[in-house]
């Protein structure tokens, strides 16, 4: 079992972290029902049978959104290229691409809600 098995990642404005997202990964995020009623939900790509996690951006009267003590990393041939795209999208490069040895390199960045993100890459 991996240790992950879903994220969220919370937002004030859905409409405007789905546009920074999709431009920033060059991915296509569907709306995704909630089982509770509660909250507005959009999810990533995933396939549920394949090695990682999968998970949504939302919205919910329950938590909101802001830099804390997690951080999603999202996978990239070369997170350079998502780098470059963050800003253009509304969000901030806190760190651009440095290495972590063996383990490849990543970017951190700032969404458009103020959550704080990695990019990781293997070159």
Known sequence: MNAV????????????????????????????GDPTGESQMMSFPADMGVYGAAGALTKSPHAGPGQGGTVIYFMAEDCAVEEARVAKAGGVVIRPKFSIGEFGWVSLCQDTEGNLFGLNSLS
């Open 5 to 32: 098995g879903w994220f969220d990642i919370y937002v004030d404005d859905l409409n405007r972290a789905v546009e920074f997202y999709q431009t920033v990964l060059a991915v296509k995020l569907a709306p995704m």
